[in-house]
């Protein structure tokens, strides 16, 4: 094993938001910046782990030692992460669209042709969920829950639902989308913690402490 807490150990991030595409030249997006998944694989890192990003369309620069791999779907994100396996945890901080358009057009959409168009949408594949129950389960997994009212009701929701050990709910009602900082609550199937607000860094660094010590303590 390497150097630090986390030596040895291979951890999973993914961040960012995704980008369906409409047409050649348009797409559905949502406000995720990236920041706080970009700093815990940051964080994961400088405690020695070795950490694939796996990153939606995002400007930022990539933390030291990271592994990053860039996508632009839900579809790309989920073959990237399973390509990626195995892994002793995962951390899915990515705003995955939840819907792609059906039948992507092949040419830019055009106004005069026939009115609005329809943009029918279909489900794109629930990545943590996919992963929390699925063979090749890492031994921790954890994600990430971004609403705006019942925060914590959801996050215990998504615990079974999702197949996670733990999930990390924050508040996104205000300026956390694109900020520095953030108040999260830490949802496990026995407790739920409330973090003092703090920047998205010491959040990061807080959680990869976690992780370190749950690893310790299993196999
Ligand atoms: O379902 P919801 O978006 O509320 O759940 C959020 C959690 O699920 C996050 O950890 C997010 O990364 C993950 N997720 C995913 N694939 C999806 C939707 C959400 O991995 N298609």
Wanted: hydrophobic share 45%; proline share 6%; with cysteine.
């Amino acid at each position: 094993s390497g150097r630090g807490t986390l030596g040895g150990k291979h951890i999973l991030v993914t961040a960012g938001p995704t980008h369906e595409p409409i047409d050649p030249v348009r797409y559905i997006a949502n406000r995720s910046s990236g920041k706080q998944g970009f700093a815990i694989a940051g964080a994961l890192a400088a405690l020695g782990a070795r950490v694939s990003l796996i990153a939606g369309p995002v400007t930022l620069v990539t933390p030291p030692g990271v592994t990053r791999v860039d996508v632009e779907t839900a579809r790309e994100m989920a073959a990237a992460v399973d390509a990626a396996l195995p892994a002793d945890a995962a951390v899915m901080v990515a705003a995955v669209a939840d819907w792609r358009v059906e039948g992507t057009a092949e040419q830019k959409l055009k106004k005069a042709a026939g009115g609005i168009p329809a943009l029918p949408l279909v489900e794109n594949p629930d990545i943590l969920a996919t992963l929390g129950h699925g063979k090749r389960r890492p031994c921790l997994v954890i994600g990430f829950a971004a609403e705006t009212e019942n925060v914590i009701a959801h996050a215990t929701d998504k615990l079974a639902r999702k197949g996670a050990d733990w999930i990390v709910a924050n508040d996104v009602s205000g300026d956390v989308m694109g900020g520095d900082a953030n108040t999260v609550h830490l949802v496990s199937a026995d407790k739920v913690e409330t973090w003092d607000h703090m920047p998205k860094n010491d959040v990061a660094a807080r959680l990869a402490a976690r992780i370190a010590s749950a690893l310790e303590n299993m196999p």
